[in-house]
């Protein structure tokens, strides 16, 4: 069984109270690659050649989603970057 295209998604959810974070995918690629992640008991399906196609679990809590925040720079930090930018861009 394969998901149609529109059935296919990738949800990732945290809950503050349990302090866990939770992954539903009925696309492959994304379920094959967060399947490593998954803690033991997460559910998942497979097509009948053995395709990982669908997974619904809690991430292990031995790893670490991080969320990438904006790195705050000075006027300074932001002109010296801008001119290392430049002289990548102009090959010197």
Not at 44 to 53: A, C, D, P, V
Not at 71 to 91: P, T, W, Y
């Amino acid at each position: 069984m394969q998901y149609r295209l529109d059935e296919q998604e990738t949800a990732i959810n945290y809950d503050n109270q349990t302090g866990k974070w939770h992954i539903y995918s009925t696309f492959g690629p994304h379920a094959r690659k967060w399947e490593k992640a998954l803690a033991p008991g997460a559910r998942k399906e497979y097509t009948k050649n053995g395709t990982l196609i669908m997974i619904d679990g809690d991430l292990r809590d031995d790893y670490y989603l991080t969320v990438t925040k904006r790195h705050k720079m000075s006027e300074e930090q932001r002109l010296a970057a801008a001119e290392r930018l430049r002289r990548l861009r102009d090959g010197k």
